[in-house]
């Protein structure tokens, strides 16, 4: 193999690298969410059940705290969109530098014949 060759595969192993990290990220941002979507359910159901036996002042923190959630889960739908983005150019990334070191072994194999 030549020199261009290993570079082409130290590029694709960083890429692989980065697409394990974005994975990573986007369990972890799914994990939060589901935990965030799980808690403002729950704080709905109790002010749904009892909601008469609850004082204003308890109302509104638990209104305010699921106005703070839907903000929250909207940023995460919103990263979560980011690094499907970074994964699907990676992935492309990915792809081409696989075809190019395809190539160049078929040339190389070629040239020995």
Known sequence: MNLQVDLL?????????????????????????????????????????????FPAAQIHLILEANRRSREAVSELVDEMSEIETKLDLLGKKLMSVDAQIAQIKQQEEEEEL
């Open 9 to 53: 595969i130290l590029e694709r192993d960083e890429i692989l690298r980065k697409g394990r990290e974005l994975y990573d990220l986007r369990a972890d941002r799914e994990h939060y969410l589901q935990s965030t979507r799980r808690k403002m359910e729950e704080q709905q159901d109790i002010l749904e059940q009892d909601i008469d036996n």
